[in-house]
């Protein structure tokens, strides 16, 4: 797991949102395990990755259908989707809220779907931006334990301006400033 | 819907040169005067307009189209309003799940369906009150153009004020029941 610590507007949402490939690099390129991403690749490669927004965003709809979303447009049957989505819904604590309409959640509990949506599509990189930046301490560690758990099953980078919550969480830490990587090694090498 | 919807998408989602202006001229759209529309389109469907070979002129067919676009503003206009509303990263959630572009539109377009919604009811509500481009394009003729709203004001100048009470009702029952029906299922 890579944490990329930075101040505000050093770059790291700029940084997820285009591995996400969200949006273009104005300069350079982007590769994605070796292969260099274009217009022919890049629907695919965005299959396999997936983002967390730092603000919860989730739909106007319960929490069922909303972690059910992106299974649904891979056409999977019910049964799978139900299979998957209570799965999902199991690992972040939220089994017994799926049929509650996730706007009417806390804050920590609509991450909480939120993480459960971006884990059910099983991705290969889970980008994860400040997913605890608007959480109260408990909900913080409740969403620290939920990654600890990801991370034994997909390649995770988390942006976060909290170096202990990087030091805890993370295998490497990349520091970015002013939109450019000044550092990166251990945790202890580079916030201790 | 079947166009202005999609027009409300692109008008909301794309960006390019003129689309201040083009969102202006939906909006300004919206007051247009029915009797300046249904002018307009007696001229382009009377027999010597470039429409005249399709004989929509005092036909049903010639209303359907002219309350077609008069209505068409005012779904766009709501629509795009609704649209904008909505959480522009919702978008790029859906995108990051896997949804295409059209797919993601619709995304957005879920999120925005009260509004959109609101906007279809509100565009019907016109379209069945409205009285020129009826009386206009359709002539009134009985048992054949004749709707409710040119009926009212035929029945009203012959002096027949507790028939047009009656239909007055029917067209008040028809909209209030309608709007109270999409009140109720949007709330659901």
Redesign the interface.
């Known amino acids: 797991m890579l944490s990329l610590i930075g101040p505000n507007g050093s770059g790291k949402t700029t940084l997820l949102?285009m591995m996400?490939l969200?949006d273009k690099p104005t300069d350079g390129e982007i590769y994605y395990k070796g292969e260099k991403v274009d217009n022919s690749n890049a629907?695919a490669i965005?299959?396999r990755?997936?983002?967390v927004?730092q603000?919860t965003?989730n739909?106007?709809k319960t929490v069922y259908k909303n972690v059910a979303?992106?299974l649904q447009?891979?056409k999977m049957s019910e049964n799978e989707i139900k299979r998957r989505v209570m799965q999902a819904l199991d690992v972040v604590g939220m089994k017994k809220f799926d049929d509650r309409r996730s706007k009417k959640l806390s804050g920590g509990e609509q991450q909480r779907v939120a993480i459960a949506?971006?884990l059910v599509?099983e991705p290969e990189l889970l980008l994860l931006d400040e997913p605890t930046a608007n959480l109260d301490p408990k909900s913080m560690l409740e969403i620290e334990r939920i990654i600890s758990e990801i991370k034994k099953r997909a390649t995770v980078v988390i942006a976060t301006n909290n170096p202990f919550q990087a030091s805890r969480l993370s295998d490497r830490v990349a520091c970015l400033l002013n939109g450019r990587l000044i550092g990166e090694g251990t945790p202890k090498e580079i916030i201790d | 819907m079947l166009w202005s919807i999609p027009i409300a998408l692109g008008l909301s989602m794309r960006e390019f040169r003129g689309k201040r202006v083009v969102k202006s001229i939906f909006t300004a759209l919206i007051g247009m005067p029915t009797v300046a529309l249904g002018l307009i389109l007696y001229i382009l469907f009377s027999n010597s307009g470039p429409l005249g070979p399709f004989q929509l002129l005092y036909s049903p067919s010639g209303i359907i189209i002219g309350q077609a676009v008069l209505i068409t503003p005012l779904i766009v206009s709501f629509t795009v309003s609704a649209l904008e509303s909505v959480?522009p990263?919702?978008k790029?959630?859906?995108?990051?799940?896997?949804?295409?572009e059209g797919?993601s539109s619709l995304?957005v377009l879920?999120?925005a369906k009260k509004g959109a919604t609101l906007a279809v009811v509100a565009a019907f509500n016109r379209a069945i009150a409205e009285l020129g481009v009826a009386m206009i394009i359709g002539g009134n003729i009985y048992g054949y153009t004749q709707v409710l709203t040119t009926a009212i004001s035929t029945e009203v100048t012959m002096g027949h004020t507790v028939l047009c009470i009656e239909m007055t009702a029917v067209l008040l029952a028809i909209v209030f029941s309608l709007t109270l029906l999409i009140n109720l299922l949007r709330r659901d």
């Not at chain 2, 790029?92 to 295409?100: C, E, I, K, V």
Request: charged share 30%; net charge positive; proline share 0%.
């Open positions: 949102r996400a969200l629907k965005r299959g990755v997936t983002m927004f603000r965003m739909f106007n979303y992106g447009l891979k949506r971006a599509l | 959480d990263e919702i790029d959630l859906a995108r990051t799940l896997g949804a295409s797919q995304a879920g999120e």
